[in-house]
């Protein structure tokens, strides 16, 4: 007799038993049929990928090492240089690639991620059951500071007027869960507190933001005491050493189910951060209503990263119809997700996640290959990691290219005092005592005659500081915090807050004319370093060269991507939540938080270029004075004992041939790190991405 199946109650209540179905229930059989299994075909694609990207990384931090090692070496001590060099170093370890999966509830999230990222573990690590599963946002990564385990925020410091990111700075506060590696079900176990809930009061639920009278349809269902149910915890992070988050992976699963509308923190702060969004839909309901709204609200006008899913297609095998009518039957269904969203359909992947997690614990390639997973994994990887690879490259190429000029150039003007050393010294060869009393005379005069010099490099960088403070005075966190507030005073002040959008608008074109006119300053400081420089050179000796400042056009750029981002939350369906003191607090927040990051980035080009300007002026005065003693030292010790002429020439001749040597050495380790960056390729981007390269282009 053949047992029935699982009611659709049951299975919604998750007291259905699924090994009914059979894709769950061959496990040992399908083991037991491909016992000669490759492991590696089994292993995700992208972990393939990102291993080799975590390789290329290590490689990368060999070749800096080795050039620190260079720099030590030639007694090149300066400070932009190491500076440059530490700050690669914590690019390469701590570079970060962020994934989020977003959809509304029960779509297979949470399964999808591990079918992906932790079919090693032989189970299931994120819980994924029928309903609603996972209620807050968690986030798997791995950070090698903080103690192996799972944190979670309560959900109550959503009272406070924290954020997220702040939050993040603290330890205390959170709930830490340590995992038990004696018990390898522990990770599970601790990761089941991602579906806690509890039951509050109305009036509680909008104190915590998670109830709105004003959009009744969004707001959880009230039992007959009148209480909701809403997430004990606010935020869970992972911290867990997986080979792929140790390597930089940070993974999001976001909760459905309206989550998305009610919590400003995950579209404001988590989505737009991510590199990457997997946007998935269920073969077995197709696009519903909801689906369509979360896909329009929030990712639907994202450039080139969203990926579309259509999961679940094992629900469409069909006992009565032939494998090719079930195969016709899911790229019709993969064509119309991509008609309705709007994608072209090479953006859409038909696929089931849990056929394929089931296959990876078991081995099972068959299954693999008919989960239809891999091609997803592939394109995810063709898309992402050359990408980072690229962006990280470009990085290395620009700073070793500086460290090279920097450090050559250091060891070119001690090649050129060298040269002058020389030149004097062989002149000497049979020359009277008379002669280099008369020479040494000259060199003090020369040595008195620089030092006036000091003067007007004082001046100088007077000019240059006042010039620096002016341009960051603009760029102020202070100014920055008035601006905000004045677009949101104009937002209040617009009838029925219609003029969100405009003010929002006007904020970034103010903020962006900032930018613009700290280029304007920088062009003029520029200009009148360029002179000086000039006139130093021709009358002192000096190398001096000027670096061309840094260029603001990437920071308005980014401002400019901001207001893209952004203005989807102001919209017209939006103006609603901008009468709510709670979210003006939180936009406010985030846009804080936001453009603090472009303040940030352009400061710290600035002032790492007005630093590198006068440790450059410094350097020179430290090497030109240096170069004055030497001069006197020698003569003085070729006076006292005449024999001592042909050795102080044999000893700079040394000198000479080991400063070459080393420049040579110094080529040659940058040629091999920039051998090691990677061509621009043009990587198969997401439609989106090209569109956009081409729109630049
Ligand atoms: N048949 C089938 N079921 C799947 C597939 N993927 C996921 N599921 C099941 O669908 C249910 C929901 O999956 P989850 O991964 O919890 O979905 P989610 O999107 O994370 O849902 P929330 O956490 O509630 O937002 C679970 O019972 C999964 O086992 C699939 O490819 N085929
Ligand atoms: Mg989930």
Redesign the pocket.
């Known amino acids: 007799m053949w047992a029935s199946p699982p009611s659709f109650p049951a299975i919604v209540a998750g007291r259905a038993d699924?090994g009914w179905?059979p894709?769950v229930g061959m496990r040992p059989a399908v083991a037991h049929r491909f016992p000669q299994l490759e492991t590696r075909s089994m292993t995700s694609a992208f972990a393939g990928r990102f291993d080799d990207l975590s390789h290329w990384r290590t490689a990368l931090g060999e070749r800096l090492d080795e050039l620190s090692a260079c720099l030590a070496d030639i007694g090149f001590d300066d400070r932009p240089a190491s500076a440059l060099l530490a700050s690669l170093r914590e690019r390469l370890d701590g570079d970060k690639l962020i994934v989020a999966?977003v959809?509304?509830?029960?779509?297979?999230?949470?399964?999808?991620i591990?079918a992906i990222f932790f079919a090693d573990a032989g189970t299931r690590v994120?819980?994924?059951?029928?309903?609603?599963?996972?209620?807050c946002p968690v986030e798997l990564a791995w950070d090698a500071h903080e103690p192996e385990g799972l944190s979670l925020l309560p959900i109550a410091t959503r009272l406070d007027d924290v954020s997220l990111a702040q939050w993040r700075q603290r330890r205390e506060g959170w709930t830490h869960l340590p995992f038990d590696k004696a018990q390898p079900e522990a990770l599970c176990v601790a990761l089941r507190q991602v579906m806690s809930t509890r039951r509050v009061t109305t009036d509680e639920a909008q104190a915590l933001g998670l109830w709105h009278e004003s959009t009744a349809d969004d707001n959880p269902m009230p039992d007959e005491a009148g209480r909701v149910e809403v997430p004990v915890w606010r935020h869970a992070l992972i911290n867990h050493p997986h080979p792929l988050l140790r390597q930089g992976l940070v993974v999001i699963?976001?909760?459905?189910?309206n989550a998305l509308g009610a919590e400003p923190e995950l579209t404001l702060g988590l989505l737009p951060s991510a590199h990457a969004t997997v946007f998935?839909v269920g073969a077995?309901t197709g696009v519903t209503q909801s689906d369509l709204a979360i896909w329009r609200d929030h990712l639907g006008a994202r450039q080139g990263l969203a990926f579309v899913v259509l999961?679940?297609?094992?629900?469409l095998r069909d006992p009565l119809a032939s494998p090719a009518q079930v195969d016709a039957q899911i790229e019709a269904q993969r064509r119309s997700t991509a008609q309705i969203l709007g994608v072209p359909p090479e953006r859409v992947f038909a696929?089931?996640?849990?056929?394929?997690l089931v296959a990876r614990i078991d081995g099972d390639a068959q299954g693999l290959t008919e989960?239809r997973l891999v091609e997803f994994e592939a394109a995810l990887s063709v898309a992402l990691l050359p990408q980072r690879r690229q962006l990280l490259g470009r990085l290395i190429e620009d700073a070793a290219d500086q460290i090279h000029k920097r450090a050559a150039r250091h060891i070119g003007e001690a090649l050129r005092q060298q040269a002058e050393q020389l030149l004097e010294l062989r002149g000497l060869r049979g020359q009277s005592s008379g002669r280099l009393n008369l020479l040494m005379k000259r060199v003090g005069a020369e040595a008195m005659e620089f030092e006036q010099c000091h003067t007007r490099l004082t001046a100088l960088r007077a000019v240059h500081a006042r010039q620096g403070e002016l341009a960051l005075a603009d760029l102020s966190y202070d100014d920055l915090e008035v601006e905000i507030d004045r677009m949101l005073t104009e937002i209040r002040a617009s009838v029925l807050r219609l003029g969100a959008r405009k003010a929002f608008a006007a904020l970034c074109e103010r903020l962006r004319e900032r930018l613009l006119r700290v280029q304007d300053l920088l062009h003029d400081t520029q200009d009148m370093l360029g002179g000086t420089f000039g006139v130093l050179n021709a009358e002192f000796g000096f190398g001096l060269a000027l670096k061309t400042g840094p260029n603001m056009t990437r920071f308005v750029e980014e401002v400019s991507l901001i207001e893209r981002l952004y203005a989807r939350y102001l919209g017209l369906g939006d103006l609603l939540r901008l009468t709510r003191p709670r979210f003006t607090a939180q936009l406010r927040r985030m846009l804080i938080e936001r453009i603090s990051v472009v303040w940030d980035g352009s400061r710290n080009a600035l002032e790492g270029w007005h630093r590198e300007v006068t440790s450059h002026i410094d350097t020179q005065l430290i090497e030109r004075r240096r170069g004055f003693q030497k001069r006197a030292e020698s003569l003085s010790r070729i006076r006292g004992a005449a024999d001592q002429l042909e050795s102080r020439i044999a000893e700079i001749e040394q000198r000479d041939r080991l400063l070459r040597q080393q420049l040579e050495r110094l080529g040659a380790i940058t040629r091999a790190l920039l051998r090691a960056v990677p061509d621009p390729v043009d990587v198969e981007l997401p439609v989106g991405a090209a569109d956009a390269r081409r729109a630049r282009a």
Do not use: C, H, V, Y
Request: hydrophobic fraction near 40%; avoid cysteine.
């Open positions: 699924l179905f894709w999966f959809a509304e509830f029960s779509r297979g999230k949470s399964e999808l591990n994120l819980p994924a059951t029928p309903g609603r599963t996972t209620m699963d976001t909760p459905g189910l998935i077995d999961n679940k297609i094992d629900a696929l089931s996640a849990r056929q394929a989960s």
